[in-house]
């Protein structure tokens, strides 16, 4: 297992109103802990410091996460344009050499999809599962400023295909795996039960 590198950070997009899912996504809980921290526990092995982006009930989002080692809780003011513009105030925190970029509805992402990504030396990267492109993205600090001058209403499919994207395949269906409707909420329930490692963030204090 790769220990977290200081080169290395992540940024979580949880500024959302969940409307579809109907609740609020972050603190949906996955094998007793909110979503969330679910999406911190995996990627945390090789993160030195993780963006947490929060914009519809932020207070609330910000109680989830306080206290979490290597955490930052960020408010995005313009969430309701778009996830694009989530996308945008956590790349502007970043100082690491690459970021992993992950929406907080896919939490159970294993560690070898991060490891594997962080393997292959592109400037954009993204997993795929029997040729499906899932989350997270993996980009260098390079991009980001291309990235950050695009308008709000972008797309980060658009953005990065025009930048250009390396898959790379994995055997993990959990990064097509988010949670848009109670059924595929239960369907994350039941695949952590199968395979769930239960790693609780460390906490300050």
Do not use: W
Not at 65 to 76: D, K, L, P, S, T
Not at 91 to 108: A, N, Q
Not at 120 to 149: E, F
């Amino acid at each position: 297992m790769m220990g977290s590198d200081e080169r290395v950070e992540g940024v979580i997009l949880a500024a959302g109103s969940s409307s579809r899912a109907g609740t609020f996504k972050p603190a949906l809980l996955v094998g007793g802990r909110p979503m969330v921290e679910r999406c911190i526990e995996g990627m945390r092995p090789v993160c030195s410091r993780i963006i947490v982006v929060g914009g519809h009930d932020f207070e609330r989002l910000h109680s989830l996460v306080e206290g979490i080692a290597g955490v930052e809780c960020v408010q995005n003011a313009a969430y309701r344009k778009g996830m694009f513009t989530s996308v945008k105030a956590g790349l502007s925190r970043v100082r690491g050499e690459r970021c992993f970029i992950l929406p907080v509805d896919i939490p159970l992402v294993p560690l070898r999809v991060f490891e594997a990504l962080l393997s292959v030396s592109a400037d954009i990267v993204v997993p795929s599962y029997r040729g499906r492109s899932g989350h997270p993205v993996c980009c260098s600090a390079a991009v980001i400023p291309r990235i950050l001058s695009e308008p709000d209403d972008a797309s980060l499919r658009d953005v990065i295909r025009a930048i250009g994207v390396r898959p790379v395949p994995v055997d993990a269906e959990e990064i097509l795996l988010d949670v848009d409707t109670p059924e595929e909420y239960l369907r994350i329930q039941e695949r952590h039960l199968r395979t769930g490692v239960d790693n609780a963030p460390g906490r300050n204090g």
